[in-house]
């Protein structure tokens, strides 16, 4: 499983919490409205000694990893985190051993084009099967849109109609996926809107899986990093990839876009965004999820499409990230005893935390999801909103 089923490289602390930790941790929770060793759903349990001085130590990133050891254990995740940052706690625990972290974060470029492969192999190479028993047979790894829909599979469908409304599709166009995942966009505005797609990944499980499930219908899937791209399209797409560009990168995206842009093109850029523009990338989510990653703030987007493009419109649907997340993890957990042989409890603690830890977070409106409708001109008349 590569990195993601490493054990922990945090020590474990031996004997009891010391009192300075219990107290300075569950004073800090208490403002969250959670308990210690509490008897509500999204109270801390603590089942080993050492939790809450790994916390104290290593901040997120031993509170993760001490939940994927067994360590301590709470009913409601999602809750527990919700909690936790609609209080701002994160920002009051800011462990000085993480500070070089942090600081290599932003001086260096950590998704240059030869780091850029290594998430395709760690995250989205574990398996076909294992994603599509989570994400449903629709396979669309990005927020749902809820606004009418009732169920994931209809959130989704819905999410992929919208992008294509908001790119004015029409038939005979060309379209360039870039971070098109198993093909679910392409193959929906294929045969809904009667334009041909290239899309390029960076994951070789995707590519196949797409080539194969959407044999007959005129997409083409590519193991391409986005800043190889030189041909020209009708409309561009890029749906839950700018979060893998990072901060060094987002200018020289941007410009390869408007490369490949026709001169009355239109670009739609969904992604995750944060609210906080010096806020570092989580390091448990960075180390077991998503290497590499970082989620871009509302200034950096900003300043990358800047002389660049029109920014059309910007739609966030944020809250309904917590929606989706939540059916995937129903998906995962009913799924899970056909996985659990191959891939052992730890990954599953670990799933199951990275999956409602987001839902929390955005639950919370700690994070968001942006839409932004980009062309190189202006629209003639504007751009009358698509909802």
Request: glycine share 10%.
């Amino acid at each position: 499983m590569g990195s993601t089923a490493t054990s922990s490289c945090l020590p474990h602390a031996a004997g009891r919490e010391t009192r300075s930790s219990r107290h300075a941790i569950g004073d800090l929770l208490s403002k969250a409205g959670i308990r210690l060793d509490g008897s509500r759903p999204w109270d801390l349990r603590l089942n080993r000694p050492g939790v809450l001085d790994r916390v104290a130590a290593y901040g997120s990133l031993g509170l993760g990893e001490a939940y994927m050891d067994g360590d301590w254990d709470c009913d409601d995740l999602d809750e527990f985190f919700a909690r936790v940052l609609r209080a701002r706690l994160d920002r009051q625990v800011q462990p000085l051993r993480l500070l070089p972290h942090i600081v290599l974060a932003r001086l260096h470029n950590r998704q240059n084009a030869r780091r850029a492969w290594h998430v395709g192999r760690v995250h989205y190479d574990l398996g076909n099967s294992f994603y599509q028993a989570m994400l449903g047979p629709e396979m669309v790894y990005s927020c749902g849109y809820w606004k009418d829909a009732g169920t994931l599979a209809a959130a989704q469908e819905a999410k992929l109609e919208l992008i294509c409304r908001k790119l004015r599709l029409e038939p005979g166009m060309r379209l360039l996926d870039i971070g098109c995942g198993w093909g679910s966009f392409m193959a929906h505005a294929a045969r809904h809107h009667g334009v041909s797609c290239v899309g390029i990944t960076i994951s070789r499980e995707q590519a196949a899986y797409g080539r194969d499930q959407h044999a007959g219908l005129p997409v083409e899937f590519r193991l391409q990093d986005y800043r190889d791209l030189r041909e020209r399209f009708d409309r561009i797409a890029s749906i839950g990839m700018f979060e893998h560009v990072g901060h060094r990168n987002h200018r020289r995206f941007m410009q390869t876009a408007a490369r490949c842009l026709a001169d009355d093109g239109i670009f739609l850029l969904h992604t995750i965004g944060r609210n906080d523009h010096g806020a570092p990338s989580d390091p448990w989510i960075e180390k077991h999820i998503f290497p590499n990653g970082e989620v871009p703030s509302l200034k950096q987007v900003c300043g990358a499409i800047e002389g660049l493009f029109v920014a059309e419109d910007m739609h966030n649907f944020g809250a309904d990230y917590d929606k989706t997340l939540m059916a995937w993890h129903a998906n995962f957990e009913e799924a899970w005893p056909r996985f659990a042989a191959a891939m052992g409890g730890r990954f599953h603690r670990m799933w199951r935390y990275y999956l409602l830890s987001c839902a929390g977070a955005f639950r919370a409106r700690d994070l968001q999801v942006w839409q932004w409708t980009l062309t190189h001109n202006g629209l003639a008349g504007g751009c009358p909103r698509v909802s």
